[in-house]
């Protein structure tokens, strides 16, 4: 027995000794360890959004900047202490304060939670100062809840450019796992369309980070220290003019009005585009109709994107003059009579009869002038826009089997990106025989015929262009017969104080402007026949631009397209107006286009000539216009 309570009692002291040691060990060697991950578990990381570069037209004017705002954010990680039912009630009590729905906030948290627990998950943005007041006082209510200045876009001009600039908003799941290798973290904001987008890398700063203490509910209970403070993002300079873009917003908006008086029902939108015909810079990129970009500034209601993405409000978001594609018209023929004098298919002083209508392989083709019987050259029947004269020029690219037309125009620039430093852009289409046989089913559709051919040679058909394209192959034709590349950015500068003069980190090199080969004379017959266009007796834009003190040359466009419309299906036609000034040192080229707003002579060039009075600094009423009915 003795033995027995010996080797017990040695084993007791054996155990004993072990736990002292192991206590010693914990306190003493380990103590300083275990100090520092229980004061780890107190601290919040987290991460501080940079106040976004501004965006400035070419003269320095602010178009878009930014504003202070209040974040309220939940950390996740927080509530995971927190019963079910107490988080359903502060999820509730939330969601009643600041006007929003609960399943909304709750979907956001739970996503959250399995994901990255440890970033703070946004739940409102510019949240009012009575509201902030308040959850700071009621903290103890709100576990796991802070409150956080921010900045927020504000857009000086109102909505101008509203497509061009586009919009911020929180990072997606999608978008992160494309961008984390390039510092993206969730719950960043960056810029989801336009300038914002394409720019995101520069105008986005550099995210600052830094910690704070909170207790076992989350609440915090420190100051703020950062390991590294938020910098400032760079500025753009845009080519865009403020000026001239609002004229053209404005004249867009005219434009629609004047359609609608004119009997047009149906016209609901359109888009301008003014370009520098020498080094491709826009000064103008309108598109109607548009939206107010501080929808997208704050909390974003669901009902108001929605809104925004409705064809029957025709799609404000979509920037028409980059990504709407319509038929050319008439003023496509430029274009044509240009090929056609390259290839040798025409001679600029040949004469061929301008009719009524023309029948070819069985069927009919109508002149827009159907009382039109006269003999002309090619100067004469661009500036009369006679469909007819233009017919037989079609037949004659049709007897060619290496589609002649279709080369041409693409190496105008039509079928084809332009390289426009923003997006996304289309390309629209340039049909040729190859492409009906790749895309059509039938035997009969896949045949090019010279009905294809005839439709092509006035821009009309499956033809389908781009407001920029155009503008460009009209700058191609003012500037010598160079294609330049258009892009709206001048540099990216190092963010200022006011009043400080700029300095500039990027400036923007455009691609040198590409000669793609047209014969200085052809260019010279088709320039001298836009002039016409404008100033002759016979132009089918004299009467607008014909009094205007400055020499304006261009081509009118009434292009017939079939269009689907809350109650109506069928055939509108679409309102161009293509061309440049001064006529003799070309520096501006612009085109309008008014969707479904009848002849190019009756809306667009009013449109187009507003642009010009303002880029002249021309009054209205100083000279006289009238509209009129002409193709």
Not at 35 to 61: K, T, Y
Not at 148 to 172: F, K, W
Not at 283 to 292: G, K, Y
Request: hydrophobic share 40%.
């Amino acid at each position: 027995m003795a033995l027995r309570v010996g080797i017990l009692g040695v084993l007791a002291i054996v155990v004993f000794c072990a736990l002292f040691f192991r206590l010693w060990a914990l306190q003493v060697i380990s103590g300083e360890h275990y100090l520092e991950d229980a004061r780890n578990n107190q601290i919040r990381s987290f991460g501080v959004l940079a106040p976004r570069g501004s965006i400035v037209d070419r003269d320095g004017d602010v178009l878009v900047s930014n504003k202070p705002g209040t974040l309220v954010q939940i950390w996740p990680a927080a509530l995971e202490n927190v019963p079910l039912g107490e988080r359903e009630t502060m999820l509730r009590r939330l969601s009643r304060l600041l006007g929003l729905r609960v399943k909304a906030i709750r979907r956001k948290v739970e996503e959250r939670l399995e994901s990255d627990p440890l970033t703070p998950v946004t739940i409102s943005t510019d949240v009012g100062e009575l509201r902030t007041a308040y959850l700071m006082e009621h903290q103890s209510e709100f576990p796991s809840v802070q409150i956080t200045e921010t900045y927020l876009r504000n857009y000086e001009q109102a909505n101008i450019a509203a497509q061009v600039l586009g919009y911020v908003g929180e990072i997606s799941a999608e978008q992160l796992e494309s961008k984390e290798d390039q510092g993206y973290v969730a719950g960043d904001r960056i810029g989801q369309t336009g300038i914002e987008a394409v720019y995101d890398s520069y105008l986005r700063g550099v995210r600052g980070v830094g910690r704070v203490y909170v207790d076992a509910l989350g609440r915090v209970t420190s100051e703020r220290e950062f390991s590294q403070l938020p910098e400032a993002g760079d500025n753009i300079r845009l080519t865009l003019d403020a000026d001239l873009q609002r004229a053209a917003e404005e004249a867009l908006a005219f434009g629609v009005r004047l359609a609608h008086d004119q009997g047009e029902w149906a016209a609901d939108g359109g888009a301008i585009v003014a370009m520098d015909v020498d080094t491709g810079e826009l000064l103008a990129l309108a598109s109607n109709p548009t939206f107010d970009p501080d929808l997208y500034v704050g909390t974003v209601e669901a009902r108001d994107l929605k809104k925004l993405a409705d064809r029957s409000e025709n799609v404000p978001t979509l920037n028409r003059a980059i990504a709407g594609v319509y038929p050319a018209g008439s003023a496509f023929k430029p274009i044509t009579a240009l090929a056609a004098l390259q290839e040798g298919l025409l001679r600029p002083g040949e004469v061929i009869q301008c009719t009524g209508k023309e029948v070819i392989d069985g069927q009919t083709f109508k002149n827009w002038d159907p009382y039109k019987n006269e003999p002309m050259i090619l100067a004469t029947a661009l500036a009369n826009s006679c469909d007819t004269f233009f017919y037989q020029v079609a037949l004659r690219f049709y007897e060619r089997k290496d589609s002649p037309l279709q080369r041409w125009s693409r190496t105008m620039g039509f079928g084809q990106s332009t390289g426009i430093d923003l997006g996304p852009e289309e390309k629209g289409l340039v049909p040729t025989p190859n492409w009906r046989r790749r895309t059509f089913k039938t035997e009969i559709d896949r045949i090019w015929t010279s009905g294809d051919s005839v439709q092509l040679a006035i821009g009309q058909g499956d033809l389908l262009v781009t407001p920029l394209q155009m503008t460009r192959a009209y700058a191609m034709i003012a500037n010598g017969g160079k294609l330049v590349e258009p892009h709206l950015v001048k540099s990216v500068e190092e963010p200022r104080n006011e009043g400080e003069p700029p300095v500039v980190l990027r400036p923007y090199t455009p691609k040198p402007p590409r000669d793609i080969g047209l014969d200085p004379y052809a260019l010279r017959v088709v320039q001298e026949a836009l002039y016409d266009a404008t100033h002759a007796s016979y132009g089918t834009s004299q009467s607008i631009f014909g009094g205007f003190p400055i020499a304006i040359a261009g081509k009118t466009g009434t292009a017939e397209k079939y269009v689907r419309l809350p109650g109506y299906e069928g055939v509108r036609d679409q309102s161009w107006w293509c061309g440049y000034g001064p006529y003799e040192a070309p520096e501006l080229a612009v085109c309008a286009l008014i969707e479904n707003g009848g002849h190019g002579g009756a809306a667009a060039a009013p449109v187009a000539l507003q642009v010009f009075e303002k880029y002249f600094n021309v009054e209205p009423g100083t000279y006289t216009v009238t509209i009129q009915q002409s193709d």
